[in-house]
């Protein structure tokens, strides 16, 4: 299956180089961009022994085992600088800092994601409650709850454990 597919993408991008000119006539770049959309959405395999290696024990019961750090512990919660949060497994861009806001909550909290497949949800019914669970649509780390109770536009707020995340500063 993934030679296939190596083969499938070696094939579109010889394609893409012969015959996805620009206009200069030197590079694909919108079909390039593409490929490279696609490869950074790809799924991650990664065993759990493999997972262990790359994050903090921390990141690992949260991200993985599906934990939730303390409010008020998290070093993103009241962070007000200029940036994009990216997924601190695979570095998927997650959210904006255009979009945090205030929720008294002690987790960071946003009310839309960059764009609607930054992010995965899926029904949680854990701990005797019906909730939304996000995750990472690239690694499949979980990151935290989406709630009806956020403001507007959206109405969102999704609740992000601190330690799912990175900050990329702007």
Same mark, same amino acid.
């Given at each position: 299956?993934?030679?296939?597919?190596a083969?499938?993408f070696a094939v579109s991008?010889?394609f893409?180089?012969a015959f996805?000119k620009?206009?200069?006539?030197d590079?694909?770049?919108?079909?390039m961009a593409l490929?490279?959309?696609?490869t950074?959405n790809?799924?991650?395999?990664?065993?759990?022994?493999?997972?262990?290696?790359i994050l903090?024990?921390?990141q690992?019961?949260?991200?993985?085992?599906?934990?939730?750090?303390r409010?008020f512990?998290?070093?993103?919660?009241?962070?007000? =600088?200029k940036?994009?949060?990216? @997924? /601190?497994?695979?570095?998927?861009?997650l +959210?904006?800092s255009?979009? !945090?806001?205030e929720?008294?909550?002690?987790?960071?909290?946003?009310?839309?994601?960059?764009?609607?497949s930054?992010?995965?949800?899926e029904?949680d019914?854990s701990f005797?409650?019906?909730?939304? =669970?996000?995750?990472?649509?690239? @690694? /499949?780390?979980?990151?935290?709850h989406v +709630?009806?109770?956020?403001p !507007?536009?959206?109405?969102?707020r999704?609740?992000?454990?601190?330690?799912?995340?990175?900050?990329e500063k702007?």
């Amino acid at each position: 299956m993934r030679s296939a597919a190596a083969l499938i993408f070696a094939v579109s991008f010889s394609f893409l180089c012969a015959f996805g000119k620009s206009e200069a006539g030197d590079k694909p770049k919108a079909k390039m961009a593409l490929i490279k959309e696609k490869t950074m959405n790809e799924r991650w395999k990664k065993s759990d022994a493999e997972w262990k290696k790359i994050l903090s024990p921390e990141q690992y019961k949260v991200l993985r085992d599906k934990g939730t750090e303390r409010a008020f512990s998290g070093k993103w919660w009241d962070n007000h =600088e200029k940036g994009i949060y990216v @997924c /601190g497994a695979c570095r998927l861009e997650l +959210f904006s800092s255009e979009t !945090k806001f205030e929720s008294g909550t002690g987790w960071p909290s946003f009310w839309a994601p960059i764009a609607s497949s930054s992010v995965a949800t899926e029904e949680d019914n854990s701990f005797f409650s019906k909730r939304t =669970e996000v995750l990472c649509p690239r @690694c /499949g780390g979980h990151l935290g709850h989406v +709630f009806n109770d956020g403001p !507007k536009p959206t109405g969102l707020r999704y609740c992000m454990n601190s330690v799912s995340l990175d900050f990329e500063k702007k």
